[in-house]
C-alpha cells in the first residue's frame, strides 16, 4: 500500500509548505507589533535600519517557534478539520523537516537579534518561544490555564521592540503588553467556541468550565478591563488626544460586542467577537503610530 504521508521533492508545493509552516500571516502580525513597540519607545524617532533588525529578528523567532509548535502537535492536527491540511499532517513535509526548519529558524532569529538589536530583546523573544512551547503548548490538554498563559507570549514581542530601543523594560513597555495580553483573551476565546468540537476531539481545554455563559464572563472582564488600559498611553505622555479618542472608541465598541454575545454565547456571535478582535489591536497600533507624541 502507498504511504500517504511520503514526501515528493518534487512536488511545486513543498516550498510553500516550508512558508506555510511559519504562519507567515501571525509571523507578520508579531513584526508589526514589534515595530510599533518600537516606534513609540523612541518617540517616533526610531532609525529605519534599527526598527527593520529588530522586525525581521522576531519574524524569524517567531517562525520558528510557530514550525515547532506544528511539529509538536502534528498527531492533533492531522485529526482536527480545521489543521489536518497543514504541511506535516498533509504529508508536504516530514516530521524531521518541519523540526529542522523550525530549530534553525529559531535560532538564526535569535542570534539575529542578540547581533543587531541587542542581548536584551533577543532573550525575551528567547522567553517567548520558551513560554509557548514549554508552557501553553503542553497546557492546552491539561487546563484552561493554557489560554491564559498563552497570551503571555502572545504579548511579548512588545517587549522585543522596547527593549530594542530603550534597553530596559519600562512602564510604557508594561502598559502596551498590558494591551496587547488583554486583546488577545477575547480574540482567542471567541476562536475557541467557534472551534470547541475541534478541540473537544483532541482534548484541547481552551475554554472554561461552564458552558457559553462562563467564557462570555471571560470575554467582558478582559474587554471591560481593555477600556481603561487601552487609554493609559496618553495618560503616560506615549501618545496624544487623536489616539486617545479612538482607542476610547473602539474599546468601548470591542466591549459592546462581547457584551452581545455574553448575553447569547452562538457561534455568529463568537465569530463577531472574533473578528472584532482582528480589527480592534490593529486599529490602537494605527492610532499609535499616528499620535505618538515626540521628545
Known sequence: MEDSTAIDPARPSRLRAYYEL????????????????AYVASRGQVELMSAAHTMLGTGLATGGALALNQFVERDYDARMTRTRDRPIPSGRVSPREGLWWGVVLLVVGLTYLATLSGALPALVAAGSALAYLGVYTPLKKRSYIATLAGAVPGALPVLIGWTAVTGSVGPGALVLFAIAYLWQLPHVLGLAWMLRDDYALVGFKLIPDGGGRVIGRHM?????????????PTLMGLTGPWY??????ASAG??????????????????????????????????????????
Open 22 to 37: 511559519t504562519k507567515p500571516g501571525i509571523a507578520g502580525y508579531v513584526m508589526i507589533t514589534a515595530g510599533v513597540s
Open 220 to 232: 467582558v472582564a478582559a474587554t471591560g478591563l481593555l477600556v481603561p488600559v487601552s487609554l493609559t
Open 244 to 249: 486617545l479618542g479612538g482607542a476610547l472608541i
Open 254 to 295: 470591542f466591549l459592546a460586542v462581547a457584551i452581545a454575545a455574553a448575553r447569547d454565547m452562538t457561534d455568529a456571535r463568537a465569530r463577531a467577537l472574533f473578528l472584532s478582535s482582528l480589527v480592534y489591536h490593529p486599529v490602537l497600533l494605527g492610532l499609535m503610530l499616528f499620535n505618538t507624541v515626540g521628545p
